[in-house]
């Protein structure tokens, strides 16, 4: 099992930059694929990114295409998003979600696909 734990979250203007952090503990993160969804208020969870085990692959949803990035770093378990050019409708909470996987060299897409899920963090854009 792993245990997931989101922050960086916070108020931020038009424009600016945030970096999420998810920190995982109990197994190493080179065992999981990786995502980030996010969740606005009478909104379903939608995906944002993704990561494959391996950590070669990455997928985005088109709506943070060329604003966010995933990356991972191994020694520290963490898996990060970095969000830039943030636009008021990136408002929600933000949750980072891992997928035990060996063999599938591809980006999980669909949150039903995921094992674990963290708590969530808040991301609010004003403009």
């Known amino acids: 099992q792993v245990q997931l734990v989101e922050s960086g979250g916070g108020l931020v203007q038009a424009g600016g930059s945030l970096r999420l952090s998810c920190a995982a503990s109990?197994?190493?993160?080179?065992?999981?694929?990786m995502g980030w969804f996010r969740q606005a208020p009478g909104k379903e969870r939608e995906f944002v990114a993704g990561?494959?085990?391996?950590?070669?692959?990455?997928y985005y949803a088109d709506s943070v295409k060329g604003r966010f990035t995933i990356s991972r770093d191994i020694a520290k378990n963490t898996v990060y998003l970095q969000m830039n050019s943030l636009k008021p409708e990136d408002t929600a909470v933000y949750y980072c979600?891992?997928?035990?996987?060996?063999?599938?060299?591809?980006?999980?897409?669909?949150?039903?696909?995921?094992?674990?899920w963290g708590q969530g963090t808040q991301v609010t854009v004003s403009s």
């Open positions: 979600a891992a997928k035990a996987s060996l063999r599938y060299s591809g980006v999980y897409y669909y949150a039903r696909q995921y094992d674990y």
């Open positions: 109990g197994r190493t993160l080179s065992t999981y694929g």
């Open positions: 990561m494959s085990t391996s950590g070669t692959s990455t």
